[in-house]
C-alpha cells in the first residue's frame, strides 16, 4: 500500500514540495489505479515504488517550470490519466481535459476523477483528431503528449487547437533530437518551435535520460 509518506519522501528528492491534502489525493490514485491494473492493462508496472517514481513524479516533472494554474490543459492518449491526473490533483485552479482512444481507460479515468471529487477535470473517450476535427480551435493553453506517438504526428495534432502562445509540451527519450529533425516542416507549416528541452532523471532511476520538450505555437 503506498502511504502519504511515501509519496512526501519521493516527491521531496525531486524538489516538488506536497500538501497533506495532495498526498492524500495522490495515494488515492496510486492504489487504486494499481487494483484496476491487477485486471485491466493501465500500465506495465506493477511494483509500488516504481510506480511512485515512473508515474505519479514523473507526471509531475513539467510543474517545476511550468505553471498550469488557471491555463486549460489537454493531455492526449492519457491511457489511465497520467500525467493529466496528477497535475490535476496539483493544480486545482487550472482545466484539464482527457483523452484516449480506449474506452475502458477513459472510463477508469471517469471513476477516479469520481473518486477524488475532481470538479477540473474531464474524459473524453475518442481520437484527438477525430474529436477536435474542424472545431474548438485555439482552445488549448498546453497539450501534455506523454509516451504517446512522435513529434511530427503530435504537432499535427495540437497546432490547431493550441492556443497562440500555447505550448505543446512532450515527455521524451533518447531519440528526441531524431523526432525534432523529422518534424521540422512540420514545425514550419504550422507555426510551432521548439524553445526549451529540459532533461531530467528521476531520482530512483538515475541512468534512464528524459527529457521535456517544450514547443509553442508562435502565430495563429
Do not use: W
Not at 477513459?106 to 476535427?133: G, P, S, W
Not at 497539450?143 to 500555447?166: E, F, H
Not at 531524431?178 to 514550419?188: G, H, L, N, T, V
Amino acid at each position: 500500500m503506498i502511504s502519504k509518506e511515501n509519496l512526501f519522501e519521493a516527491f521531496s528528492r525531486e524538489g516538488i514540495n506536497l500538501n497533506d491534502y495532495q498526498a492524500e489525493q495522490l495515494a488515492l490514485l496510486a492504489n487504486k489505479t494499481l487494483e484496476v491494473n491487477e485486471h485491466m492493462n493501465l500500465t506495465g508496472i506493477k511494483d509500488e515504488a516504481t510506480f511512485v517514481s515512473k508515474m505519479l513524479v514523473d507526471s509531475a516533472i513539467p510543474l517545476k517550470f511550468i505553471n498550469f494554474s488557471n491555463a486549460k490543459v489537454l493531455d492526449v492518449g492519457t491511457g489511465g490519466g497520467f500525467p493529466g491526473l496528477v497535475l490535476a490533483i496539483l493544480y486545482p485552479e487550472g482545466s484539464f481535459t482527457l483523452i484516449d482512444s480506449t474506452k475502458k481507460k477513459i472510463a477508469h479515468c471517469q471513476d477516479m476523477v469520481d473518486l477524488l471529487k475532481l470538479n477540473n477535470v474531464t474524459c473524453i473517450a475518442d481520437r484527438v483528431e477525430d474529436y477536435f476535427h474542424g472545431k474548438n480551435r485555439e482552445t488549448f493553453d498546453y497539450i501534455l503528449a506523454r509516451a504517446v506517438t512522435d513529434i511530427k504526428t503530435l504537432v499535427k495534432y495540437s497546432a490547431p487547437i493550441l492556443n497562440k502562445d500555447g505550448r505543446l509540451v512532450a515527455y521524451k527519450g533518447l531519440d528526441y533530437e531524431e523526432e525534432i529533425k523529422a518534424a521540422s516542416r512540420a514545425f514550419k507549416q504550422n507555426h510551432l518551435d521548439v524553445i526549451y528541452v529540459t532533461r531530467y532523471s528521476l531520482y530512483d532511476f538515475p541512468d534512464e535520460k528524459r527529457y521535456i520538450i517544450q514547443i509553442a505555437k508562435k502565430s495563429a
